[in-house]
């Protein structure tokens, strides 16, 4: 089974500070994707970072990277220069292989991310 | 250009009672999925389709029904309504075919939120 795991349910961050949102993974296949997304208020899934499996490199957009370490199985997004626009719930999540499940999301339970002046 | 659009964004329906939920990819997308987000967890996958075949089903009842129709959009039915239905539901479109890699289902609507009382 295929499982996501945010163990932060909380955290705060100073405006302009650097933020680090902590996220794991389980899964015993080879080929997965790894996302992060940014849910505001609204309710909206706002889509901020992929990494595959197979790439060799961190992926970074703008202020967000993703730090992976496939060996811990671990996938933190960094989030630099933190905005008080950046508050909101964030969720990791993974695609792979799931019987009957296609190749669907499994998300973790979100972290809640609060950007103080 | 438009992004995923579902409708309607609110909706209160009476235990016992059938609800259809609409959504409308992105142009040029070919693949939905459908997930449930109660309050307080993350979202929990329902179904998958591309080209109009269902490829995937996440563990929900059979009250939970879903079709995909030539024009890509999607509904997604609910039969006998229960109070625990109420929740968030997202729809969510991709370009390219369900797979492990790739930054498919990155674009998710704003939601439609049910309220079953």
């Known amino acids: 089974a295929q499982k996501i795991t945010q163990t932060q349910p909380g955290m705060f961050v100073q405006e302009k500070e650097a933020v680090t949102l902590d996220c794991t993974y389980d899964?015993?296949?080879?080929?997965?994707?790894l996302f992060w997304y940014k849910q505001p208020s609204s309710g909206e899934m706002i889509f901020l970072i992929y990494?595959?499996?197979?790439?060799?490199q961190n992926a970074t957009e703008g202020r967000y990277s993703l730090n992976f370490q496939k060996a811990r199985k671990s996938a933190n997004l960094v989030i630099s220069a933190s905005q008080l626009g950046d508050s909101a719930m964030y969720f990791c999540?993974?695609?792979?292989?799931?019987?009957?499940?296609?190749?669907?999301?499994?998300f973790g339970k979100g972290t809640s991310l609060l950007v103080t002046p | 250009d438009a992004g995923v659009t579902q409708s309607p964004t609110h909706l209160i329906k009476t235990r016992g009672q059938q609800v259809t939920l609409r959504c409308s990819p992105i142009?040029?997308?070919?693949?939905v999925s459908w997930y449930q987000q109660v309050l307080g967890q993350g979202p929990q996958f329902i179904f998958q389709?591309?080209?109009?075949?269902?490829?995937g089903r996440g563990n929900f009842p059979d009250r939970f029904s879903a079709r995909q129709f030539p024009n890509y959009s999607s509904e997604l039915n609910v039969n006998a309504l229960l109070l625990g239905d109420s929740a968030l539901y997202l729809c969510?479109?991709?370009?390219?075919?369900?797979?492990?890699?790739?930054?498919?289902?990155?674009?998710f609507g704003q939601g439609t939120r049910l309220t079953v009382v």
């Open positions: 999540a993974m695609r792979g292989r799931a019987a009957n499940s296609g190749y669907a999301l499994n």
């Open positions: 969510a479109s991709s370009f390219i075919p369900p797979s492990t890699q790739g930054k498919s289902e990155a674009f």
């Open positions: 142009s040029g997308h070919k693949s």
């Open positions: 389709y591309y080209e109009k075949e269902e490829r």
């Open positions: 899964t015993s296949d080879p080929s997965y994707g």
């Open positions: 990494q595959g499996s197979y790439d060799q």
